[in-house]
């Protein structure tokens, strides 16, 4: 453990004791380090733990004067760009790189009477949603309401040939190498007054098997009867084969007819819907697709309507 | 700003018509930047133009996804590809490969305000969309039915907000009709023209139709486009002159054509294959060296390092005689002159090569070239 003492603007000190390989230390370490340099400084909100846990100490990283550690501690810091660190060496030996994820944004990505019919499709089926609550170790992890078996539905489909027409595109954009699709994986979920999913990530890695395109298509209901329900995309801190979430993040908003889409690793957190009439009418409804890899390639599976074949990487977009 | 887009192979087929549309896009006085999507593996090397943007996107033929070889789809395909990656804000005239502007089209599109040119042929009949029943199929993957396309087809003016909607849906739509119809009838190849006023149905973008264009059986041009895919016929209907058998750049002869449409485009072509062959072309154009490129001459060669640039370009000795006679004043032909004179080689020789170099320095952001006047 590193024992730690932040000085901050007006003299106010905090100690706080934390690991060698917190996130939280290498932030700190990247806020001072972005000063003074061609490059924006970092800016963020920050909340560290105090007393294991039982306080925080919260502040904005503009009033960080100082860090001290005991013992030293000689961090190596490095633009996302200079990062490859070597696959045989310890991850402590390993320089820790910040990662922002990135994203696409799609406006518009259903026609206007295709959009309409899939908050039609939602509203005729309140009865079949579910509660779609993740049990964690303190509290809920998620709570939503999910129907169940809509991905054998007309209206998945339309949205699934929709995006499987994008797919050369996403992968590009987002830096992927195109990937032979096994399933793509689909679910429809409503989130009314309080509803939230806490920081998670959709995929282990980048595996075949693994979920590699996480995208989500809002819609509801105009003027947007709720307020929250941003989707906050968290930057990581990668040393070697670590992914850590940092506290920094993107925070998009819904807007009824975007599809998001990001990577299925990318760490993400839906903030908490407040949705003051409590009608499910009123609720933001989301279809999230998961695209599936795999490693044995089928040239004849189809999928969206059944005539796109997915199942392998065509011979034109091999790299 | 309106930006005038075609979409190509990197096939030697369509290096000439690419290169006939751009001299005809300058000789119009057509307002704006010429570009052109280039449909081509990522090891294809992408051709070079004097004035157009050269843009390579993925290639569609056949297509990725499905089981089809149909050179429609690299149009919606290259366009949405585009759309994604650079974010445009302008008018887009879209152009189809084997036509020729004779007069600019400088009406720039307001979004939620495009204009095609009149689809006179729409394959109208009983079926959804007021189309022919062979696209009764359509039914089960469109939402609602009873919407009526513009009956519009290219040229289009359409500003890119209203494209960047709608290109997915036409790219898809194009894959569903072919889906549907026979590959032997005549409307499977027209599937991504009806893919494109069933999406701009579909996504509420409204088309004035107008006649924009003239095709070579017209017996009248009349129109600023003028579209030569159909073989040309003389006044006993026998064809003088078809596209998909021209060999570059032999001279056509103009007065054997039918008067119309199709004889005003072998007037064009006669005339620019003649002023190729001269040479005269080359004095239209003025190179001027670009700002902040520098040079290092070595022994063997000239190095030029262009600001923005990966790598630093290396020129030879005759491309190095070259670029040291681009000093803004010169022209193509000019240079072609001094270096004949000097060097003792004969002039079409020179000319190529001039051309040629100046063209890639062009297409490297060394050199800029002066529009050529009529």
Redesign the interface.
């Given at each position: 453990m590193i024992s730690v003492r932040l000085q901050l603007e007006g003299g106010q000190e905090i100690s706080l004791r934390l690991a060698e390989n917190a996130p939280e230390l290498m932030t700190l370490f990247q806020i001072l380090g972005s000063r003074g340099g061609d490059v924006e400084p970092m800016e963020q909100f920050l909340q560290l733990p105090l007393e294991g846990g039982e306080a925080a100490a919260s502040f904005h990283s503009r009033q960080l004067v100082s860090v001290i550690t005991e013992p030293p501690v000689i961090v190596r810091l490095e633009t996302p760009q200079a990062a490859h660190p070597a696959a045989d060496r310890p991850a402590e030996a390993q320089p820790a790189v910040v990662h922002t994820p990135r994203y696409?944004v799609i406006?518009?990505f259903l026609?206007?009477?295709?959009h309409e019919?899939m908050l039609a499709y939602a509203l005729q089926h309140e009865e079949e949603f579910e509660s779609g609550t993740v049990e964690g170790k303190a509290s809920p992890h998620r709570q939503n309401q999910v129907i169940m078996g809509f991905a054998e539905t007309a209206h998945s489909r339309?949205l699934q040939?929709?995006l499987?027409?994008?797919?050369?595109?996403l992968t590009?954009?987002l830096d992927l190498a195109p990937f032979p699709l096994r399933h793509v994986e689909s679910q429809l979920t409503a989130s009314n007054d309080g509803h939230y999913y806490r920081l998670h990530s959709d995929a282990g890695g980048d595996q075949a098997g693994a979920r590699m395109l996480t995208c989500v298509y809002y819609f509801f209901r105009q003027p947007r009867p709720f307020s929250g329900g941003a989707l906050r995309l968290y930057d990581v801190l990668e040393q070697g084969e670590r992914r850590m979430p940092m506290t920094s993040y993107r925070e998009l908003e819904p807007v009824s007819n975007r599809l998001l889409v990001f990577r299925s690793h990318v760490h993400h957190e839906l903030m908490r819907i407040r949705c003051p009439s409590r009608q499910f009418a009123d609720s933001r409804f989301a279809v999230t697709n998961w695209l599936i890899s795999t490693d044995q390639p089928d040239p004849q599976a189809g999928f969206g309507?059944g005539?796109?074949?997915?199942g392998a990487v065509?011979a034109?977009?091999e790299v | 700003m309106i930006i005038t887009v075609f979409v190509s192979t990197h096939s030697a087929g369509d290096q000439w018509r690419a290169e006939l549309l751009e001299q005809a896009w300058l000789e119009s006085g057509q307002p704006g930047e010429l570009l052109r999507l280039v449909a081509a593996p990522a090891n294809a090397a992408l051709p070079m133009h004097g004035t157009a943007r050269v843009v390579r996107t993925l290639p569609y033929d056949p297509h990725p996804y499905l089981p089809d070889r149909f050179s429609g789809y690299k149009l919606p395909a290259a366009l949405l590809e585009w759309l994604v990656r650079e974010s445009v804000d302008a008018s887009l005239l879209l152009l189809d490969l084997e036509s020729v502007l004779l007069q600019p089209l400088d009406d720039e599109a307001e979004p939620g305000g495009a204009v095609g040119h009149r689809w006179s042929d729409w394959p109208e009949g009983e079926g959804p969309f007021g189309l022919a029943e062979d696209f009764t199929g359509l039914q089960a993957w469109c939402v609602n039915r009873t919407l009526e396309p513009p009956r519009v087809t290219f040229p289009v003016m359409i500003h890119s907000t209203d494209l960047r909607k709608m290109a997915a849906r036409w790219l898809e739509l194009t894959g569903l009709i072919r889906n549907l119809i026979s590959p032997d009838s005549e409307l499977a190849n027209q599937a991504h023209q009806v893919a494109y006023a069933v999406a701009a149905a579909e996504y509420r973008i409204p088309h004035r139709a107008k006649k924009l264009a003239a095709a070579s059986t017209d017996r009248r041009a009349g129109a600023p486009v003028l579209d030569y895919g159909q073989p040309i016929v003389s006044a006993r209907k026998e064809t003088v002159w078809d596209a998909a058998t021209y060999r570059p750049w032999t001279r056509p002869d103009a007065t054997a054509a039918r008067a119309g449409a199709g004889r005003d485009f072998l007037s064009f072509l006669e005339d620019y294959v003649t002023r190729r062959e001269s040479g005269a072309l080359l004095a239209t154009r003025r190179p001027r060296r670009c700002h902040g490129v520098r040079e290092a001459r070595l022994p063997d060669r000239m190095v030029l390092e262009v600001p923005g640039a990966e790598e630093l370009l290396q020129l030879n000795a005759s491309a190095g005689a070259i670029w040291n006679l681009c000093d803004n004043q010169r022209t193509l032909a000019d240079i072609a002159d001094v270096l004949q004179e000097q060097f003792e080689v004969p002039g079409d020789v020179v000319c190529d090569d001039v051309e040629r170099t100046v063209i890639e320095l062009h297409s490297q952001g060394a050199l800029e070239l002066d529009k050529a006047s009529p």
């Open positions: 696409l406006e518009d026609s206007v009477d295709e019919d339309l040939n929709r499987l027409t994008w797919l050369p595109h590009r954009e309507w005539q796109l074949r997915c065509p034109q977009f | -």
